[in-house]
């Protein structure tokens, strides 16, 4: 974006806004602007202009970017609420809510602060951004806030100069570059490095310009004889030559340690043309006048940036014998490259993959929303879809010293008190929330900034706390507490939980728990007494439901010393409804599971009449099902009957790249889903990829899918599959 020097007035945004916009929309941003400019009467920037003039020259850059009349009206009036006395209802009632969502979410990013210094901070702040921003038009109009603020940092103290100029490198030009703006991207980070370390960037500005002079008349000649030769094989091409911009080139100086003299491609050529046939067309015209560097040749029309940037780009020893930068791509792709929202900054970036895996995707879709915009009829229509919820399963807060703690949706000061410290966690009392007393399971939101009070008096955790935190990392902190402090209390309640779990299963105590088979399930739980058993239970350690389900095994292992011999009809308690699948037509059918597949609710099925042994269910897509048809074995119908919170079976095989810590994370994943885990397996083959084998309990197939998605978000991990056997 060319710094424009030439006066803007009202009446110059609207006729930039005719080319595209319609004219009662027009006539709502005139009306927007006098709004704005009776609210900011008698205000002046620190550049002594009158205030009028910043919110103007930021809908000037929205124009530019050809956003729409809610935006630009937004930008016009992003500063009257937080500044002026216009109240929120107010806009609300001159410009109507979607006009009032923008100006608010805009006003709500004014309450971010940018303290930290560190990386990983910064990467929270920037998605903590995103997350706040929710639609991309306030994060676009928040952009030119910040470059016309860039623009006229002159004005400020030296003190607000690095510290703007600093956040800006940190946080806008990322932003920019995530959405794929590199006009504003680079324009952001040139006034930053200027403020930043202006020796170097004014000593680069002056080694271009005479650079370029010395320059220009060679640039010039290429273009002819490109212009010449394209024209000559009928090719309409736009051919122009552009500097780099200084960031970029004091990146490479810093980075690959050159002198300024090194660098040769500060200027680079751009041919534009109508069609991708036509890109190619160009590029052999290029490599037959000149000699191609080897391995420079990238062909990003094949072979598209993940954030979807086509072009084709060579370097060929130019006529002076010097390497010359050539880009070739349609209007179509030059359009994408200056303005397109993209997102191949999770190639280039690190941190958390997983995460950003999914936000990638989520751009990708939103790139294509971009694409098919011609296609919508209506503006309002496509504007609709850039709503967006980025980030939907985190929630970003402050501590009071201004840092940001990510935390999963749902968490609540408790969470955020254990990640803080296990002390803060073990001592908390209360907690405030934008300096108000909250409840200990207020769920928190993005933007919140969260205190926690302490006593040295404390009682410590309680066990309802288990059910409201959504880290594992609260709840194993909280259970070690209850495993240290209260053996006693932990071994009757484990008692308790156990016993519960029996009657629930519709077995009595002394019907399961015979002396015989709690010490054959203290050997296979590795617990040399019942009360440590016990006491494990109680601080969580062990699911009741685990030493249960053993139990009934031994039990019904214990009983089928006589098998029945035929299908077995029962009354009473039957066990049909507590598996929770119905014969059609039939009560009180003997029904089991397949080993092979373990069906969940939600799967479909299918049940096959056994000798002896009642019902076998199947999943309908289960290999061994076709295999019985065959064998003529006679099929059932048969169907869910969900309404029992009757748990089931499910084989899980995760794979991942092999590392520390993997499978504590696999396990702690699956906990957070509070899904129980029956076994557990993991090897790591030679080629470093572990395979984790898991028997968890699942409620139904939405509940396993959950355990699968939040797997998945696991870094390195490849793939998650529902295993048959
Ligand atoms: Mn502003």
Known sequence: MAVETDEKTIDGLCQKLQSYMSHEDIAAVRRAYDFAAKAHQGQTRLSGEPYISHPLAVAYILADLRLDAAAIIAGLLHDV?????????????????EVATLVDGVTKLKRIKFDSREEQQAENLRKMFMAMARDIRVLIIKLADRLHNMRTLKYQSPETQIRKARETLEIFAPLAHRLGINTIKWELEDLSLRYLNPQQYYRIVNLMARKRQEREQYIEGVIDVLREKLAELNLKADVSGRAKHIYSIYRKMVTQHKEFNEI?????????VESIKDCYGALGVVHTMWKPMPGRFKDYIAMPKANMYQSLHTTVIGPNGEPLEIQIRTWEMHQTAEYGIAAHWVYKESGSKRVEDDFAKKLAWFREVLEWQQDFRDAQEFMETLKIDLFSDQVFVFTPKGDVIELPAGSVPIDFAYRIHTDIGNHCIGAKVNGKMVPLDYRLRTGDIVEIITSKHSYGPSWDWLKIVQTSQAKSKIRQWFKREKREENVARGKELVEREVARQKFEPKQLMTPQAMSEVLQKFNFAREEDLFAAVGYGGLGPSQVVTRLVEIFRRNQGEKPPETVTIQKGTAKPAEMGVRVRGVDNILIRFARCCHPVPGDEIVGFVTRGR????????????????????????????????????AEIEVTAMDRHGLVNEVLNAVAETKTDITAVSARADAKKIAHIHMSIRIRNLDHLRTVVERLKRIKDIYSVRRMIQ
């Open 81 to 97: 609420v937080e500044d002026t006395s216009v109240s929120d209802s107010t806009i609300v009632q001159a410009f109507g809510a």
């Open 614 to 649: 009642g019902v076998s269910v199947h999943r309908r897509d289960c290999p061994n099902v076709e295999a019985m048809v065959d064998s003529g074995a006679r099929t059932l119908e048969v169907e869910w009957a969900t309404d029992k919170d009757w748990s089931y079976n």
């Open 264 to 272: 040769y491609d500060l200027f680079a050529i751009r041919i534009i």
